[in-house]
């Protein structure tokens, strides 16, 4: 039997506030550094210290005595009466000392001081390796107890398999229920685990079971209109029929990727829709692309992935439309059509923005390196991509729900996260979901050599200085990761450390099996280790022992990303808990980021200075670096900005015909 209480938290979601403009901006921008001033992080840490010593008190007590207070405890949030939250910090003391008998971690004052901040709305700045996971336990036992939903959203489905099962004693011993939800896993086994009081799974499960949920439900979301439909349809139980029990706490780790990178692109549900006609028109526009060239027919707009044709380009296409049928006798839908197939052979490459499996294109997921089955590109471009690649073309979707990321995780009534990299998009997180940043200082001093960058004027200049650094490197005993922006360039490499007769473990898209393990083995002397971007990210590189004497873990980076937080977090890799490390960067002048957001001009001026070694090459590299960091943020803060417009856009052009689903 469902209660009434239930069935309307079901449903209930907080209103998103709008998102603040001008002067109010200003005042909000105000609030946020009075919220993040560093008086707040110096009482913090004096009531984390107080924890830690409250909790050696704990040693010698029962079992049987922690769990009575925590029981007693519970029922208070679980009322949340007047006063419920003054016993806070003996409660945490208490969960300081189960962590060490139950998991076998005492947690350090920066993660109690971490679990504060988290469980007060803030999102906590932690250094790779200072245990954010155990950190979200505590917040997370706090929210469970209230009996309300709370979701801790991870990196991927085995980070959340992964966490789940680790942490479930501490959750038991605390009265609290734990699950995991993962793509793989069927309805039924959905609603079961999402029942638990703390559920553990990833941002896109999470959002598209929230939509699949309020597609079940049609103009039923409100429980007002579900009590209705109950008096005049008894036999219908909508509700049981749904897999979330509503939405409360979100605690988010790796918080800059889940809110900021991911959020470029809305996630849609949808269905395949026949139509065969559209087939063989994405087949025609391929053979047609294939005949145009670039500068003669049109031009590439690489910032912006956008193909512009030219008019000997439009008279071509409109010579060849002439014995095709009706569809292509207009001149846009037919123009239309060509872009896209364009589009697909200028912007989308093989082992970067997807790959092929089975005979099938697989999406890259180009922040993480992961593959994305069962995602496809809307508008006709996968079948685009498809036509480009000789395959059978699968049938195009019919979008039956959308929904952004940024309003999504605004429905919550309580939000916080965890990130390595958040002050450089501290204002983004305040001014889209009210998240002011806090930053934690580590547990001991960070050690890392952060080494210049190196740049060359070319690809091969750069890519032979990459193998000899390795190379040298590897003589030393020190063990090696290197990030990579694509699956090709990964394969290049493992190419190139192969002539030299160097053994490496290669972990890319297309060799992801073994993730977790090929990354916990990265700290091992003498490994070689090959990643694409940020795969093996929330899993920790433990060095063996020895290592940290030879200098610990060098990481390099192969080129710069479009976001400096990426890079941070690719270095954040090494230097774990005061271990030593080291990182450098290598970049050419026809990297991708500087070919798309660096005039051609500076580049050209900036290639010879190179060749030449001019004095000041180096500092113009840096500056030009710079230049297109920003201009690539910018160019992505106004795509999320664009897509949190048009969802809120939607939600109220909907909201007056009662149509779609209502957000």
Known sequence: MILPSEDYRATYIKEPDKIHKGMDRIVSSAVRGYRSRQGVLEKMKVEAEEIIGNSLKLRNDSDSKLKEFLMETQLLYRRQGRGYDNNLNHALAIMVEVSERTLGLRPYPVQILGALALYRGYLAEMATGEGKSLTACFPAVLAGWTGRPCHIITANDYLAGRDAEVTRKFYSFCGVSTGWVSSEMEPRERQMNYRKDVVYTTSKEILADFLRDRLKMGNCHKPSRRLIRQMTQPRQKIQEDLVMRGLDTAIVDEADSVLIDEAVTPLLISHPQGNDHLLEACRVAHEIAETLTLSDDYRSDITYREIHLNQEGRNKIEAMAESLPGLWKGNSRREELIIQALTAREFYHRDKQYVVEDDEVVIVDEFTGRLMPNRTWKHGLHQ??????????????????????????????????????????????????????????????????????????????????????????????????????????????????????????????????????????????GSITIATNMAGRGTDIKLERGVADLGGLHVIATERHESGRIDRQLFGRCSRQGDAGSTRAFVSIDDELIRKFVPSAFRHGLSLALEKNTAGSQIMAERAISYAQNAAQRLAYRQRRGVLETDTWLAEALSFSGAGIDM
Not at 461 to 476: N, V
Not at 498 to 510: D, H, T, Y
């Open 384 to 525: 685009a991509v498809e036509a480009r690649e000789g395959l059978e073309l699968s049938d195009p979707s019919e979008t039956l729900a959308r929904l952004s990321f940024q309003r999504f995780f605004r429905f919550f009534r309580k939000l916080s996260g965890m990130t390595g990299t958040a002050s450089e998009a501290a204002s983004e997180f305040w001014h889209i979901y009210k998240l002011p940043v806090l930053k934690i200082p580590t547990h001991k001093p960070c050690l890392r050599d952060m080494l210049p960058d190196r740049f060359f004027p070319d690809q091969e200049e750069k890519w032979d200085a990459i193998t000899e650094e390795i190379l040298q490197c590897h003589q030393t005993g020190r063990p090696i990761l290197v990030g990579t922006r694509s699956v090709s360039a990964s394969e290049m490499l493992a190419s190139l450390l192969e002539k030299k007769g160097l053994s490496f473990q290669l972990l890319n898209a297309l060799r992801h099996r073994e993730e977790a393990q090929i990354v916990v083995g990265a700290g091992k002397r």
